[in-house]
């Protein structure tokens, strides 16, 4: 026997949507994906860009295989708002985008050191990099290659787009205070990393470096297989280093900086390292929350978030 069917009547929120129907009929049983997917065929708008909420109390309707209309507490005659959320970019796309920029850049700075600072040419000691400016390009280059790596066959996003114009705030940070500020800094003839290196300070940072590199890429894979492909189902992660913080990804991520801080000795690392923290902090806090939200007691309350016995 087929579903029955129900009547929601549409309202566009924010700026008007022209082709947008007045109302539209969806089983009542259904997915609430179908509720988007009927509003993209009739308004020729990618389902995407389209946000859909609940008229009576303003609770998003999510555009999920998985969640049933009936869940949703929508019912014949209810009301749903829909907004255009404006062109959209994939998150995978705009991920490669913004690590592609480092990539780019710290090997060009290198390069073309004789160049970009005067001081080089008239002094045949400083042409040739310093063995530490060598191995900062390295690692920052292993870094963000990496980086790209997972992008395209370790991360499995529960969103598939953002705004279009979150590229430019997102690659800003990269590639301005990751690329041409970091390697502007590093790569000078009278950096720190231009004199001879320091085993008290390198050989712990190249430690701290590779063990977060390698913690790092196991949180990733442990929260690659709580979703299956195309799907968007979350799970409660288990393994290396979730037992001592919400989001071990940002305390391994964290780890690689301080190391590269150690390593290069640098004030610009410092900055991109605190601008990052800071950033993940936030973002751990706030995975903490959802993960509560969700799971209930079954989830195991973390005290800390991103660094064990800190914060």
């Given at each position: 026997m087929a579903s029955p069917t129900i009547k929601l009547f549409i309202s566009p929120r924010g700026k008007a949507i022209k082709t947008l129907p007045e109302d539209c009929e969806v089983p009542r049983n259904g997915p609430a994906a179908e509720i988007y997917q009927k509003l993209a065929a009739a308004s020729g708008m990618s389902v995407n860009?389209?946000?859909?909420?609940?008229?009576?109390?303003?609770?998003?309707?999510?555009?999920?295989?998985?969640?049933?209309?009936?869940?949703?507490?929508?019912?014949?005659?209810?009301?749903?708002?829909?907004?255009?959320?404006?062109?959209?970019?994939?998150?995978?796309?705009?991920?490669v985008i913004e690590y592609i920029g480092p990539l780019i850049i710290h090997p060009l700075l290198y390069l073309l050191r004789p160049y970009i600072y005067p001081s080089i040419s008239e002094s045949s000691d400083a042409l040739r990099p310093s063995t530490l400016q060598t191995l900062s390009l390295l690692l920052i280059c292993i870094h963000f290659a990496k980086r790209v790596y997972e992008t395209i066959f370790v991360h499995r996003f529960s969103a598939a787009t953002m705004p279009f114009t979150n590229i430019f705030k997102n690659s800003g940070y990269y590639w301005v205070i990751a690329g041409l500020n970091l390697g502007y800094w590093i790569y000078r003839p009278n950096a720190p990393t231009a004199k001879p290196m320091n085993p008290f300070l390198t050989?712990?940072?190249?430690?701290?470096?590779?063990?977060?590199?390698?913690?790092?890429?196991?949180?990733?894979?442990?929260?690659?297989?709580?979703?299956?492909?195309?799907?968007?189902?979350?799970?409660?992660?288990?393994?290396?280093?979730?037992?001592?913080?919400?989001c071990p990804n940002y305390m391994f991520e964290a780890m690689v900086w301080v190391g590269m801080c150690l390593i290069t000795r640098d004030l610009a690392t410092v900055l991109f390292t605190t601008i990052g923290v800071a950033q993940m902090a936030a973002w751990a806090r706030k995975k903490e929350r959802n993960y509560r939200k969700e799971f209930g007691d079954k989830y195991k309350k973390k005290k800390y978030v991103l660094i064990p016995g800190v914060y």
């Open positions: 860009r389209l946000r859909v909420t609940k008229g009576s109390d303003g609770q998003f309707v999510p555009n999920s295989k998985d969640v049933m209309i009936s869940r949703t507490g929508l019912m014949g005659g209810s009301k749903i708002y829909v907004k255009d959320l404006g062109p959209q970019i994939g998150w995978r796309t705009v991920y050989y712990p940072g190249l430690l701290l470096y590779c063990v977060g590199e390698l913690g790092n890429l196991s949180a990733h894979l442990t929260l690659r297989g709580l979703r299956s492909s195309g799907g968007k189902e979350r799970g409660i992660p288990h393994g290396l280093g979730f037992d001592l913080v919400t």
